[in-house]
């Protein structure tokens, strides 16, 4: 009996069968290398160097952790370490920088980008410059009061092109709609990705007279709102004595505070300032400048008892109504359950602004109810209460349901055991609930601090950090720091963007510091499981 070769086929093995997220490693792979190569040629057009090279390492790393077999718990940590690089460390360290700068209205670019712009806004005509035909527009998208001015040419030969504050660039005229009729011929009447202004949104634009598009010779106006002209500035930049004169006039302009200013100091500095690293000053500001070190102060200290009153508010009504509703000889716990935290489900923006119409002194439902008559929006005090009274109704329903889940954790013979030793009630929530709940709700009251720290959108809903008093409009009576910051980066006359992230960056040091011993209780209170 001679020994034949078998023609049975071995099973397959779990690697010889196709896996069906092996199949789709590489094409998400090359789509990851597509978009960061996308990312990093946008980044490269707008000059920014350290970026383009952080995208280059981000690919790389994608690269040698998804295109082989080790790592394997990096595949799993990559995501989130992206993210948290991203959405947590790089927005810390921004605003940490800007905290030492002067960003802000005024002071927006480089010096040498500045300087262009003041050039440029001195342009005038001279006889032989080009003219264009002209559409003032803005960006899609943007608002038309606001948004940042462009400018739709064409030339004389017919030719398209887009001027921003950044220069000139051409124009697909694919992607344009050109009228060849009447007065208006060749003039742009729409263009992809931006929205033209018709004639009473563009005489509303007070930036349009002096707004100017840096050109190799000089720059490019309007005159008028259809048509502009290329012309040359009277103001001449001397980079070796770091001076700029006007031709016209013979005023001489010296760098000083990131302006340039009249030498002999009559006069007023031109327009536009550049962006400089100011050291310490923004915080010297913060705690000498009177206005700011006494609002300072003011609202720092009610910036502490806000999120103290509110936890403490909170929880307590929260864990009464928890240990009451807990007690299985109450009938409808369920439903009772269920309505005390309706508060939660409603939005937050929706029950500010009902609270703030009950709190009207004229007609407002708490007035109405109760025969007071409380200005509680206009009387420093009355608003402080009535915060606090929203951020209870808005937060108790929070409390209730974490202290509900950590009270159903605490076992029987626990309590049975407290009963059996002769633990009253009162001895035994004092002695065996509480630390036991504290265990479990210490860190999330600690994230309620911290939360109402920056509580920004209750006060900028309910009273929008006033009244303001003692004709201060800086600093408002129920101003926490981080709605006085954004009064002073955004809706000030003047935003000063490196004033208002010093101030964040005070913010961020007192939450550290009051976070740190809350921690270290809490890992105390460990020690009791």
């Known amino acids: 009996m001679s020994a034949e070769p078998s023609t049975k086929q071995a099973p397959a093995t779990t690697r010889d069968r196709a896996n069906p997220i092996a199949l789709l490693k590489w094409p998400f792979i090359a789509a990851a290398m597509g978009a960061l ?8 057009d707008k000059g920014y160097t350290l970026a383009v090279a952080a995208t280059a390492f981000v690919a790389l790393l994608v690269l040698a952790v998804y295109g ?26 921004y605003t940490g920088a800007t905290a030492f700068t002067n960003y802000g209205q005024g002071h927006l670019a480089s010096k040498e980008d500045a300087t262009a712009q003041n ?119 001397d980079k070796k004595s770091d001076t ?23 006069g007023s ?35 502490i008892a806000f999120p103290l009153l509110s936890v403490l508010t909170t929880f307590v009504l929260g864990m009464l109504l928890a240990l009451l509703l807990n007690d299985s000889r109450i009938k409808g716990r369920g439903i009772y359950r269920s309505l005390l935290i309706l508060p939660y489900a409603i939005p937050v923006f929706v029950s500010a602004l009902v609270w703030a119409s009950m709190f009207n002194q004229d007609f407002g439902l708490i007035n109405g109810m109760t025969g007071l008559n409380i200005d509680w929006l206009g009387d420093p005090w009355a608003a402080r209460a009535a915060i606090l009274l929203t951020n209870l109704w808005l937060g108790f329903p929070y409390m209730f349901v974490v ?41 999330l009251l600690i994230a309620s601090f911290a939360f109402n720290f920056n509580n920004f959108g ?50 961020f040091i007192i939450v550290g510091l009051l976070s740190f011993p809350g921690f270290l209780k809490t890992k105390a209170l460990e020690e009791v499981n």
């Open 119 to 237: 050039l440029a806004y001195s342009v005038q005509q001279v006889p032989g410059s080009p003219n264009y035909k002209l559409s003032v527009a803005v960006p899609e998208g943007q608002p038309v009061e606001s948004g940042p001015l462009t400018f739709l040419l064409t030339d004389e030969k017919g030719k398209t092109f887009v001027g921003t504050e950044d220069g000139l660039k051409d124009l697909d005229p694919a992607k344009a709609t050109i009228s060849d009729t009447g007065f208006n011929k060749g003039k742009i009447t729409a263009a992809e990705g931006y929205r033209i202004l018709n004639l009473g949104e563009a005489n509303k634009r007070k930036d349009l007279q002096a707004f100017a598009v840096p050109t190799a010779t000089g720059g490019i106006k309007a005159s008028g709102i259809a048509q502009a002209y290329e012309g040359k500035p009277s103001l001449v930049w």
């Open 403 to 443: 202290c509900t889940g950590a009270l159903q954790s605490i076992p029987n013979d626990v309590l049975e055991a407290a009963k059996i030793d002769g633990a009253g009630p009162i001895r035994t929530l004092r002695s065996v609930i509480m630390p036991l709940l504290l265990v479990a709700v210490g860190p």
């Open 269 to 303: 500095p031109l327009p536009v300032g550049w962006k400089e690293n100011v050291g310490l000053q923004n915080f010297k500001d913060i705690f000498t400048n009177d206005t700011l070190r006494s609002g300072f102060l003011k609202v720092f200290a009610w910036n």
């Open 37 to 44: 190569f996308y990312i990093a040629m946008k980044l490269a």
């Open 458 to 507: 209750l006060i900028y809903l309910l009273t929008g950090g006033g009244p303001f008093t003692g004709g201060n409009s800086t600093v408002g009576s129920t101003d926490l720091l981080i709605t006085m910051s954004y009064r002073l980066a955004i809706e000030g006359t003047s935003p000063n963007f490196g004033l208002a992230s010093a101030i964040a960056v005070i913010i």
């Open 68 to 93: 082989t077999r080790k790592a394997v718990p990096m595949k799993y940590l990559l995501p989130g370490l992206l993210l948290l690089l991203g959405l947590q460390v790089w927005p810390i360290v």
């Open 244 to 266: 700029i004169k006007d031709s016209k006039t013979g005023q001489v302009y010296v760098a000083k505070d990131a302006r340039w200013v009249p030498q002999n100091g009559q």
